[in-house]
């Protein structure tokens, strides 16, 4: 977030995860002047996991719950759908092996929805094999991002933050308008 003196205009970079919720002081390096500032808290992210094994769902929940995520598990791929429709979530984690789908058609009726175009997608690859996987894949099927099940730990948490900065895509009807 950027900080402006209001005695010199003089600009300032803070991290808004540091301070958010918070009121800080100040002093500004071009003119001494002390002013204070109210961060706004960072809203929740609401995260909608979609994964077949209920030990990867817990231990995804505790990491994402202790980083300030509001989390919503499915474990199946019909409930998945009406989860997505009346939850609206910031970001699905979706298990490229759940039952009931193939892991292609979940991104495009999130894509096709209106109510869910802001959604993003991030795989979550159940298999790993280190000698295999020596780059990102070619195709994550309309899905933003993917993460391999033995990273999640901050890393997952870094992905979810990384794609809910991506630029938002527009499509042709949102391009008609001006």
Known sequence: MIIQCPACAGRFSARQQRF??????IRCSRCQHLFQVAVPPIPRRKILLAHQDSRICESVSQLL???????????????TL???????PDVLLLGVAM?????????QKIR?????????????ASIFNQAAYRRRPDNLYGADD??????????????I????????VLTNDDTSAG
Do not use: C
């Open 20 to 25: 958010a919720g918070k009121r800080i002081s």
């Open 65 to 79: 719950k202790a980083n300030g995520f509001a989390l919503h598990v499915s474990q199946d791929g019909a409930q």
């Open 82 to 88: 009406q989860d997505l429709e009346a939850w609206q």
């Open 99 to 107: 039952p009931g789908f193939l892991p292609f058609e979940i991104p």
């Open 112 to 124: 096709g929805n209106p109510l869910l175009m802001r959604t993003k997608v991030i795989l979550l």
């Open 146 to 159: 993917y993460v391999d099940e033995h990273l999640f730990s901050q890393e997952l948490v870094n992905k």
């Open 161 to 168: 933050d990384r794609v809910m900065q991506q630029p938002e």
